[in-house]
């Protein structure tokens, strides 16, 4: 078992995060929520960023919130929250996450 991961585009956590000022800009625009849940049997501490590939490259997220490393207890769900570019998202084939002694844990997205 492993590290399931999920990330949504546009999720409606946006929308809760997302609030406006009185000049109508947003403060945050989290438009992607990525949602990991530990399948294994031990606490994972995985790091609050991720790789990101495409056809021709990779690039580091590492612009996630909550910043820092987090505890993944067995079974337990966690979420990350951050901008993405809606162009570079469309063009991503796969994305990386890494628990803290290095072991990467991916999922393709389509």
């Known amino acids: 078992m492993s590290l399931e991961i999920q990330p949504i585009m546009n999720s409606a956590v946006e929308e809760?995060?997302?609030?406006k000022t009185c000049c109508g800009m947003r403060?945050?625009?989290?438009?992607?929520?990525?949602?990991?849940t530990n399948r294994k049997d031990r606490p994972v501490y995985v790091q609050s960023l991720f790789d990101c590939?495409?056809?021709e490259a990779s690039y580091r997220?590492?612009?996630?919130?909550?910043h820092g490393t987090r505890c993944i207890a067995p079974?337990?769900?966690?979420?990350?929250?951050?901008?993405?570019?809606e162009n570079?998202?469309?063009?991503?084939k796969r994305i990386v996450f890494?628990?803290?002694?290095?072991?990467?844990y991916a999922v393709n997205r389509f």
């Open 98 to 104: 890494y628990d803290t002694e290095g072991n990467p």
């Open 75 to 85: 079974g337990e769900t966690i979420a990350f929250y951050c901008t993405m570019d």
């Open 88 to 92: 570079r998202w469309t063009k991503a």
């Open 16 to 19: 809760i995060f997302g609030f």
């Open 53 to 55: 590939m495409d056809a």
């Open 61 to 66: 997220v590492d612009t996630l919130m909550p």
């Open 27 to 36: 403060a945050f625009d989290l438009n992607l929520e990525i949602r990991i």
